[in-house]
């Protein structure tokens, strides 16, 4: 089988992405690799939607175009993607669209839809009847899928997938066999692990304002509100969620929020006063294409630079970017526990595409733990911002008889203001130290992702791992990929011995001025002169990408 | 009642004869007095300021404090009752903070009926930043900024709370601390979102002492019925020759932090939920 890539489009409100994803769910059920990529435009009705779900024997992180299977519930399908489909590829169209199409093969959907009195949007349903049989799926398989997902209302759809099923049986030939085995693992967006790794380390609080991409943590977590045994609050703005989230922490409450680039931005005095006050805060930082509202449904990793230096003055901080899927949900939980380990604020950069692709993994539950926060034991005397050997004071939370004073204000150890030369300059001592205790954590943690072998290194970060990893697969040549996960603290001891091992160093990221090349010089000094950058707002193609790489590296 | 101490080391850096001085030493007495009666825990209080001569409160009072950032008095409150509803959250702020720079979240604080206290510290000015006007100085203030005199209509802010859903509206004036002293007690043992805007003068920038002390009178003492909603708004714009003080509206309502926590109390709860249902069935 090796791989093959099935494209679904049509108008918002065909359901084009949930059959997607429901497209995903069946081959993962199958035992397959799955990733999904859902593309759509910032419309509710109308527009062209469409999914590609890539289906691999081998991990699979991107997603190409180089299509075997097009379903098209609109004539713009058609026209946009024909062009994409591989010479001996099928596009699976409504008989109603009337013209002939290469390829071709047209199937009634819409009069099945009719037949059984069902409504337009169950047409996608037929459809996938059709692909069960291109692929050798058992039915079974996904009507079991139909019933987790659709429920009560399975059962009109069910009958339609076998209508489309028998459709295809009598007059279609079959594409490829796969060879159906037990799926052990569930397809999941980056969202949907953020959201649980951070629910495994404590979470008990989720603030937010709605912002494309980030929103979808904010559905997922109100859905599961009771299951996941937390609360979700969705504020008058920005800046109202930020603050109240600090206030949530300071109480004693494990709390995180997201937006997107336009949203962190209100957020930026927050971002401050969780520095000055010490109190721990995980933001999400979902990137979408900017500047100001750009290209809001589509992605970029434009932010690092903004993210890195957000927030007036200085303090310290943790920015980490989870580069895919299955390690954003670790890295959530990871983010959560350091941000009440030291008491800083804690930035997860995430994308569009990292946020809303879905992949098929297996997630170990017991993995992420909720670590220990330093405690204080209850005492009149109680100093919210004692001096320690590491910089870390002990917490404690309003409602004992400790009085606990937190302040945006420089302030003595107690929290009352100060603007005494000698105590401030020692409190920024005190804020600084913490990054000693970071980054001796830091050393015990994966702070970067490193494959494949040889003297040619591609550094990259973020979601464009994926592409980079499937892109370097394609090659013939031994390329060694470093994907930097901490971008602050900067894993220096990990970023540099591999610099310096390296014949050829390249960089590849979502953004035209080379953001993390800048950082990466900043931190090492190392100058990398080859980058490949893209800032049209689509994620990174692999195939074009590896000629991209055989360039350099020839 | 002699052994509650709230006095901390911080000195005093207000203006000797600042309004100021009134609110805090009504606040003390007030939760002196809810303590010793056990109304409440003094552990349990907790406060919160914005950014003004208002908000150096923080400083000069021994207890939890949350000192916030300019205008963002209302969302801490609301995150630290969410977190641990047996705490009681109070806020201090400024005309401007309250009205200005974070009209929003009150606004919405107050719609949301938000189980949380607000004592505004009005006095027409933007003090700290030496004298600019604010959204409740009178036309005509000659202030750094309005040289020619404020053209700017002024905010009626308690007939917006009112209208915004607050559950709790009154005046105060800082040179009647006794008065003062009992709304806060009032507003204190509230359940839902409180207001009490504080009429005060600023000895340096708006020096309306005498002003006010001629006119104010006790609402709650000229038959004001408090549940009377539509006589509470038409009290808010009596402001010429009598201007009333006392509470002006109370209501019940459910609250916010309750309807969302349905009985949860977030900061002890330290289970951890299985995920087992997510990563397994898809």
């Known amino acids: 089988m090796k791989e093959f890539s099935i494209l679904i489009g049509g108008k918002a409100g065909d359901g084009v992405r949930r059959a997607g994803n429901l497209i995903g ?40 175009n180089e299509l075997d299977v097009i379903i098209a519930l609109d004539s713009e399908t058609v026209k946009k993607h024909q062009n994409k489909l591989k010479p001996k590829g099928k596009l699976i169209y409504d008989e109603k669209l009337g013209e002939k199409v290469k390829n071709g093969l047209a199937v009634p959907l ?19 009847g059709v692909l069960c049989h291109l692929f050798k799926i058992p039915i079974e398989l996904v009507g079991h899928v139909m019933n987790e997902v659709y429920g009560e209302k399975a059962e009109p759809n069910i009958k339609l997938l076998r209508m489309g099923h028998e459709y295809a049986e009598k007059n279609f030939d079959r594409i490829k066999e796969i060879e159906v085995k037990k799926g052990d693992k569930c397809l999941i967006t980056g969202n949907e692990t953020i959201a649980l790794g951070a629910v495994k380390a404590g979470l008990k609080l989720y603030i937010a304002y709605p912002m494309t991409p980030a929103t979808s943590i904010l559905h997922f977590l109100t859905n599961h509100r009771n299951d996941l045994d937390l609360r979700v609050v969705q504020p008058e703005n920005e800046i109202s969620v930020i603050i109240m989230a600090l206030g949530a922490a300071y109480a004693g409450t494990r709390t995180m ?33 900017g500047p100001s509202s750009g290209v809001p449904t589509y992605t970029a990793q434009a932010d690092l630079r903004f993210v890195l230096h957000s927030g007036h003055g200085d303090f310290p901080r943790i920015v980490l970017a989870p580069s895919d899927i299955e390690e954003a949900y670790y890295k959530a939980g990871e983010a959560l526990n350091l941000a009440w380990k030291f008491q800083v ?45 590491d910089g870390i004071s002990p917490l404690s939370f309003p409602g004992d008889k400790s009085i606990v004073k937190v302040t945006s204000y420089e302030h ?28 001796d954590d830091l050393k ?32 013939d040549k031994d390329v060694k990929v470093l994907s930097i996960i901490y971008l602050e603290p900067f894993p220096t001891w990990e970023v540099l011995p591999l610099i310096r091992e390296a014949r050829k160093v390249v960089c590849v990221e979502g953004n035209i001025t080379g953001q993390l090349a800048g950082l990466v010089r900043e931190k090492t000094g190392f100058e990398i002169k080859d980058k490949i950058l893209r800032y049209d707002s689509r994620p990174f193609d692999p195939v074009e990408l590896a000629n991209d790489l055989k360039k350099v590296f020839k | 009642m002699s052994d509650i101490d ?4 911080a000195q005093f850096t207000w203006c000797p004869g600042c309004g100021n001085f009134g609110i805090l030493s009504a606040f003390k007495s007030a939760l002196k007095e809810l303590v010793s009666s056990d109304k409440i825990k003094l552990e349990n209080v907790v406060v919160a300021a914005g950014i003004g001569c208002h ?102 802010p308690l007939a917006l709370m009112l209208v915004s859903g607050a559950t709790f509206v009154a005046r105060g004036f800082s040179g009647n601390v006794e008065h003062l002293k009992n709304l806060m007690k009032e507003a204190i043992r509230h359940k839902g979102f409180a207001i009490i805007d504080v009429l005060m003068p600023c000895i340096v920038f708006n020096k309306v002492f005498q002003f006010y002390k001629e006119r104010v009178y006790d609402l709650n003492e000229s038959g004001h019925d408090v549940k009377d909603f539509n006589s509470a708004l038409a009290k808010t714009y009596e402001w010429r020759d009598k201007i009333p003080i006392g509470i002006f509206y109370k209501t019940e309502r459910k609250t916010f932090e309750e309807q969302i926590l349905k009985g949860k109390v977030l900061v002890e709860d330290k289970k951890i939920a299985s995920i087992a249902h997510i990563i397994n069935k898809r």
Request: glycine share 8%.
């Open chain 1, 25 to 64: 769910r069946i081959f993962n059920r199958a035992g397959v690799y799955v990733f999904v990529h859902d593309d759509y435009p910032s419309l509710i009705r109308g527009g062209h939607n469409f999914s590609v779900i890539r289906v691999s024997e081998k991990r699979v992180y991107s997603y190409h």
């Open chain 1, 110 to 128: 819409s009069s099945m839809v009719e037949e059984i009195k069902g409504i337009p949007i169950m047409r996608n349903t037929v459809a996938l």
């Open chain 1, 257 to 289: 929020i997201a937006s997107s680039g336009g949203g962190f931005a209100l957020m930026q005095e927050g971002v401050s006063l969780s520095g000055m006050s010490e109190t721990p805060l995980v933001v999400v930082e979902s990137q979408r294409a």
């Open chain 1, 345 to 389: 604020p804690v930035l997860i950069l995430a994308d569009k595409t990292l946020s809303e692709s879905a992949m098929n993994v297996k997630l170990n539950e017991n993995e992420v733990k909720y670590e220990k926060e330093k405690i204080a034991v209850p005492s009149k005397d109680y100093k919210r911002y004692k001096f320690t050997n």
């Open chain 1, 412 to 439: 003595d150890e107690f929290g009352i203001t100060t603007e005494e030369p000698e105590q401030i300059k020692k409190m920024q001592e005190k804020r600084f130290m913490k990054i000693k205790a970071m980054i």
């Open chain 1, 444 to 475: 015990k943690r994966k702070t970067v992702d490193v494959y494949g072998k040889g003297k040619n290194l591609v550094i990259t970060w973020g979601s464009s791992k994926g592409a980079v990893i499937d892109a370097v697969n394609m090659l």
């Open chain 2, 6 to 9: 709230l006095n901390t080391y």
């Open chain 2, 55 to 156: 908000a150096k409160i923080m400083d000069y009072v021994k207890l939890n404090n949350f000192y916030s950032l300019h205008g963002r008095v209302p969302p801490p409150l609301t995150g630290i009752k969410l977190s641990n509803p047996s705490l009681i959250p109070i806020g201090f702020a400024g005309d401007g903070d309250a009205y200005a720079e974070g009209i929003n979240h009150l606004i919405h604080a107050a719609r949301r009926n938000s189980d949380i206290k607000m004592v505004i510290h009005n006095n027409q000015v933007f003090a700290l930043t030496t004298g600019q006007f604010t959204p409740t100085s009178p036309e005509g203030l000659k202030t750094k900024t309005s040289p020619e005199g404020c053209i700017e209509r002024p905010i009626n």
